[in-house]
């Protein structure tokens, strides 16, 4: 889980009670405030989900080169000949 997962996260438990306690005292402001805070932890938490899926799958291409440059393959799709 990165910052913006975690951030995420706080802010849609904070957006959700602070909607809730503005429906149980009836203040119309305190509860739109509290949904957009809570849309906003959504958003960055679908965000932070986002930047992870891509740097697990530039580390995973990375480490795919890195094989390929050790066993010293100028083509990816040619096969390693056994001796």
Do not use: C, Y
Not at 23 to 48: C, F, H, I, S, Y
Not at 51 to 56: A, P, R, S, T
């Amino acid at each position: 889980m990165n910052k913006d997962q975690m951030k995420g996260m706080i802010d849609e438990v904070a957006g959700s009670a602070k909607r809730r306690a503005g429906e149980l005292t009836d203040n119309p402001k305190l509860r739109a405030e509290g949904m957009v805070q809570q849309v906003m932890g959504k958003a960055e938490g679908a965000w932070g989900k986002a930047k992870e899926v891509i740097h697990d799958g530039l580390e995973n291409t990375e480490l795919h080169f890195d094989a390929q440059v050790k066993l010293g393959l100028k083509n990816p799709s040619a096969k390693v000949k056994s001796s």
